[in-house]
């Protein structure tokens, strides 16, 4: 009822109505309260007065003071039948659960072990705690996760507090995994609609400028970590992908981790067995936090002005924007064969194509004309000068694009002027990458080649 009409855009939107819902649910957990202290208390015979130390919505939590779980589920089940009795039918109030041991923080933020049943109980139950929140790194749900099994599980506050000393001394002298200070936040906009500047949106856009194919998309989870940076730097500018992270040695701002998504969590764990002041003392200095290791990365700070290009596969001359997906410059546009057979042999360190001739001239005369697609995965044998990688799952494989290509109003690479036909194309991929890994790839000869993690010899054969 309260959903259905307190719903501004619905069938049947009616503030009175839900406000009254919310009114009599206030009236009826006061209500209960007063009942239950004045009835469960020392002047009635009881060894301890009952006190509700919660209430929310639809439920009321309450300290009987009982010393055994069996205990205080039978006097919950007693004082549900005896408040439902003083309501109007046909309302009733009903025995839940039990938390043993209790930890409540504020509204809306407890945590205990969920009882059922007097022998075990049934789980850790945690609301409104960071231990499962998508958009905290790993390492806050896990220290708060641990920490909390330590505290009611284990019984063992002292091995809590010096758990998650240890977890601190860890960030700050970097033996955290990455993986473990991994944020994620879905790319639900552009930046344009954001009021603010949004770290994940603003990493977003750095990775289009440095590769437009691999960057995130509307509606992908962009995952980044927090950088060092200047003092002083917003956080959406310290947002980096940590891929590039681990690729080029950039250290973590620990500080960051620590002060913005660590501190508060445990704060909230330890105050209200500690106190206040001594948590914060305890946890957040000490000689713990003394000790710091300083990354060097393997890039400047200008490296944030600077843009990568591609150049010339001949000369080396830097390529223009509008001839960017090119692989060789005006000026060595004449021997562009040339030089993808020299450069692309040159890679496994042969000076000559000889020795390549017979395997491509077999595999032309096997296919024939029209042209097949041969296994990306079976194993070929060792070419002359190329040594072996060793292991049967590192062994190079030969992925075979074969085609037939006619372009009569292509005109001569040696300048003589006249149509030629260019009867077959060879694209050789030599992959030294477990063969799971491996992706049928389709290149054209114009592509240049491709990064330290793929090896590739292209060839251009004309018959």
Not at 21 to 30: C, P
Not at 47 to 53: D, F, Q, R, Y
Not at 210 to 222: F, H, I, Q, T
């Amino acid at each position: 009822m309260y959903g259905f009409t307190g719903a501004q855009v619905g069938k049947l939107p009616c503030l009175e109505i839900s406000q009254s819902v919310t009114a009599f649910g206030r009236l009826m957990i006061e209500q209960t309260k007063n009942e239950v202290e004045s009835r469960y208390n020392k002047e009635n015979g009881y060894e301890h007065n009952a006190v509700v130390i919660y209430g929310d919505t639809d439920s009321v939590m309450v300290k009987f003071g009982a010393a055994t779980v069996a205990e205080a589920m039978k006097l919950g089940t007693e004082a549900a039948e005896y408040v439902s009795e003083k309501f109007i039918k046909p309302i009733k109030l009903e025995f839940e659960k039990v938390y043993f041991p209790y930890l409540l923080i504020n509204k809306k933020r407890y945590a205990g072990l969920y009882f059922t049943r007097p022998d075990k109980h049934d789980k850790m139950d945690c609301k409104g705690i960071e231990t499962v929140r998508r958009d905290n790194c790993q390492l806050v749900a896990r220290l708060m996760n641990d920490c909390l099994q330590k505290i009611l599980i284990d019984r063992d506050p002292e091995g809590a507090m010096e758990y998650a000393k240890q977890n601190i001394s860890d960030l700050l002298c970097n033996r955290v995994d990455i993986s473990q200070l991994v944020i994620t936040k879905e790319l639900t906009k552009t930046d344009k609609d954001y009021a603010n500047k949004q770290a994940h949106v603003e990493l977003a856009n750095k990775m289009k400028k440095r590769d437009a194919g691999s960057a995130p998309k509307l509606g992908d989870r962009v995952p980044y970590v927090i950088i060092a940076g200047a003092k002083g730097t917003p956080a959406y500018q310290k947002a980096e992908d940590p891929i590039y992270v681990l690729e080029n040695n950039i250290p973590i701002d620990a500080e960051h981790y620590l002060t913005n998504m660590l501190a508060k969590p445990l704060l909230r764990i330890f105050e209200p067995i500690l106190g206040e002041s001594k948590a914060e003392s305890t946890l957040l200095r000490g000689e713990h936090t003394r000790t710091k290791t300083v990354v060097t990365s393997k890039i400047s700070a200008l490296a944030g002005f600077t843009k990568k290009k591609q150049t010339c596969l001949g000369c080396k001359v830097p390529l223009p924007d509008s001839n960017a997906n090119a692989a060789v410059c005006v000026h060595c546009k004449p021997k562009e064969s040339e030089l993808y057979q020299v450069s692309g042999y040159n890679v496994f360190g042969q000076t000559s194509l000889m020795p390549l001739l017979p395997i491509i001239e077999a595999h032309i005369r096997s296919v024939g004309p029209g042209g097949a697609l041969l296994s990306s995965v079976d194993p070929v044998p060792t070419l002359p000068g190329l040594p072996p990688r060793g292991g049967a799952l590192h062994q190079p494989r030969l992925p075979h694009f074969l085609h037939e290509e006619e372009d009569p109003n292509r005109a001569d690479r040696q300048g003589q002027g006249h149509a030629e036909v260019w009867k077959s194309r060879l694209v050789i991929s030599l992959i030294c990458r477990p063969a799971e890994k491996l992706k049928n790839i389709r290149l054209s000869v114009r592509r240049s080649f491709h990064d330290h993690y793929i090896r590739l010899l292209l060839l251009v054969c004309t018959v």
